[in-house]
């Protein structure tokens, strides 16, 4: 089963949102260049033994790998909705996606 053809592909050309991949680390001498991936923003909240509560924002972007000649890596910069992040990690997910967890730059 083409997975990245059935299901991938259909999923970013309704969800996914145009970044812009600085290539830091991947591609050090390569100029910036749009990409398209699925942006997710999740708030994880931790109840600690004080009672008190302590929250953490999560960014991921998933993207297609095909769509990548040499893949987004850690320590390259990715501009989405006007924000910077720097790539903290890179999950490849076995199907031909992966995700890509980002920590906002400040």
Known sequence: ???DNLVLSPCMA????TVL???LRSQPS???????????????T???ADGSEMASTNVTLGIRLSDFSIPPR????ITLNG????V??????????AELKLKEIR
């Open 21 to 23: 991949v600085t290539p």
């Open 1 to 3: 089963m083409d997975f």
């Open 46 to 48: 931790v109840m600690l």
């Open 14 to 17: 309704a969800f996914g949102v």
């Open 83 to 86: 924000n910077a992040y720097k």
């Open 30 to 44: 390569a100029q910036p260049y749009t990409a398209e991936g699925i942006y997710d923003r999740s708030v994880a």
């Open 74 to 77: 850690e320590g390259d910069k």
């Open 88 to 97: 903290d990690a890179l999950f490849p997910d076995g199907q031909g996606g």
